[in-house]
């Protein structure tokens, strides 16, 4: 009757703290950040213990092995030696101590203990090991409780040994701890015995391949960190050779198209000085119109490797990259030096893009600046620009001088010139060809205005 009652009112008694505890949540809600900051310390500290423990584990593995074995003997090897069959413990677990002499004992504590110095670097071999000493030891009749060696032998091997060794070694312990439990029969329940025995295994299997699965995802995060940092540091290189090549694209297009015209209207002006100085004197103010245009056009391009551009700007005021609508003083200042360029454009080409206007712009520049420094004074050229949706098409085509063309950059030996326009074509998916073209030279690019398919 009292059992019944016992049993029957279990029930009753687990439900009246719930009860209660439901009817006391509201009150003791305020009390769990009190909580939530006394376990956040503490929660810290742990993770910090335990990372000093894995550096230290990384430095000093044997140390660490070393300790395990050491600790093991003093809580599970010890307690057999010193207590034996007179111990505190259930004689029910120790089957036959008095059988074993103390030699025998140690022998067979060694042979469970010992091993796991190898665990690391051999887990089958000291799994091995650890389970003939734990087969041998209930063969003999004895119970020690350093058996929990195969455990950690068990939880070693699904840790640091290889993948495909784990069912043999699954199924060498599910036999071991049949015989086991099979031995141990007259002393303790075979059920219990097996359940003990095979939920312990089990958990420390599964903990090993936890331990395992965590291990490989960190080394997985750590290595592609590392290959992103790679990158990264690679696309910093890629983007500043760009930048680079970008700048010199540039200085070269300025420089040699500007020092091309000073150069001329300087050779030109030694000729017309003598007989009429207000042609001299409009060639000099040319010259210098011409050397502050190279100037400020310089200052345009080095600006944007300015370090601080937060800060205040000094000097002029700098203005945006020249376009397709400063074509026509570009065409009046190699006019000045004598070209005779007639410019037509057709289409909508004020429409376009600002970058495909730069681009444009710089290869009308090289262009022109090839027609003066090799055709000279005199020379016609015909330049056409033509804007279509899906492209644009410029042509710059001069007469020669006297129909010669030599000493013009041929297309199997490029200068930087050519390679400048070749490149700033390229960045449009275009294409540029030069080359003679009768009695003159032709320089014709097409760029490709399509827009990119993101989805493929």
Same mark, same amino acid.
């Given at each position: ?26 009150p ?8 939530? #900051? ?15 423990? $894995? ?7 044997w ?10 003997f003093?809580?599970?090897c010890?307690?057999? =030696? ?8 259930p004689?029910? /677990? *120790?089957?036959? /101590? ?9 022998? =067979?504590?060694?042979? =469970? ?11 089958a071999?000291?799994f ?13 009749g004895?119970?020690l ?6 455990? @950690?032998?068990?939880?070693?091997l +699904? ?10 070694? &699954? ?5 071991? @701890?049949a015989?086991?439990a099979?031995?141990?029969?007259? +002393? ?9 025995? /095979?939920?312990?295994? %089990? ?18 995060? $750590? ?13 910093g ?5 760009? !930048?680079?090549? *970008? ?6 297009d ?12 300087a050779?030109?002006?030694?000729? +017309? ?5 207000? *042609? #001299? %004197?409009?060639?000099?103010?040319? @010259?210098?119109e %011409? ?18 551009s ?13 376009g397709?609508g400063?074509?026509? +003083?570009? &065409? ?8 005779d360029?007639?410019?037509?454009t ?9 970058g495909?206007?730069l ?8 262009a ?14 015909? =330049?056409? @620009?033509?804007?279509?949706?899906? *492209? ?6 001069? %007469? ?8 013009r ?5 490029e ?7 070749? !490149? ?5 998916? #275009? ?10 030279w ?15």
């Amino acid at each position: 009757m009292t059992s019944r009652a016992a049993f029957t009112g279990a029930p009753a008694a687990a439900a009246s703290p719930a009860a209660a505890a439901s009817v006391s949540a509201a009150p003791a809600a305020p009390a769990a950040p009190a909580d939530a #900051g006394v376990m956040g310390p503490l929660v810290a500290r742990l993770s910090r213990a335990g990372q000093r423990l $894995r550096q230290a584990d990384r430095a000093h593995p044997w140390a660490l092995d070393t300790a395990l074995l050491v600790l093991v003997f003093l809580v599970f090897c010890l307690p057999d =030696l010193l207590h034996g069959e007179d111990g505190d413990g259930p004689r029910r /677990f *120790r089957l036959a /101590f008095a059988r074993l002499p103390v030699a025998g004992m140690l022998a =067979l504590q060694a042979g =469970l203990v010992v091993p796991l110095l190898w665990r690391r670097r051999r887990p089958a071999v000291a799994f091995g090991a650890v389970m003939g000493a734990f087969v041998l030891q209930f063969a003999l009749g004895a119970a020690l409780r350093a058996d929990i060696a195969l455990f @950690i032998a068990l939880y070693s091997l +699904a840790l640091h040994g290889r993948l495909r060794q784990l069912p043999w070694a &699954c199924g060498v312990t599910a036999a071991a @701890i049949a015989l086991v439990a099979v031995r141990a029969s007259a +002393a303790v329940s075979v059920g219990d015995a097996l359940f003990f025995l /095979f939920s312990t295994a %089990t958990a420390a299997l599964a903990l090993g391949l936890m331990v395992r699965v965590r291990r490989a995802q960190l080394a997985g995060l $750590r290595d592609r960190a590392a290959r992103l940092e790679v990158e990264r540091d690679q696309r910093g290189r890629l983007a500043a050779a760009a !930048e680079r090549a *970008r700048v010199a694209r540039d200085m070269h297009d300025i420089v040699g198209h500007n020092l091309a015209v000073i150069i001329t209207l300087a050779d030109a002006g030694g000729y +017309a000085g003598a007989p009429t100085p207000e *042609r #001299g %004197t409009e060639v000099l103010h040319l @010259i210098g119109e %011409t050397g502050r245009q190279a100037l400020g056009e310089l200052r345009r391009v080095l600006g944007v490797l300015r370090e601080d551009s937060s800060g205040p700007k000094d000097g002029p005021e700098l203005h945006p990259q020249p376009g397709l609508g400063d074509i026509g +003083a570009l &065409c009046e200042g190699v006019r000045a030096a004598g070209l005779d360029v007639v410019y037509r454009t057709a289409g909508a080409v004020e429409a376009l893009d600002s970058g495909v206007q730069l681009t444009v712009y710089r290869i009308v520049q090289e262009a022109l600046t090839n027609s003066l420094k090799h055709a000279g004074a005199g020379t016609r050229v015909n =330049l056409a @620009i033509i804007a279509e949706p899906s *492209r644009v098409t410029l042509r710059v085509q001069d %007469t020669g001088a006297d129909g010669d063309t030599r000493g013009r950059e041929p297309v199997n030996e490029e200068g930087h010139g050519l390679v400048g326009m070749r !490149e700033r074509a390229a960045l449009y998916r #275009g294409s540029l060809r030069a080359g003679p073209d009768g009695t003159g030279w032709t320089v014709e690019a097409v760029l490709d205005l399509t827009p990119l398919d993101g989805a493929g």
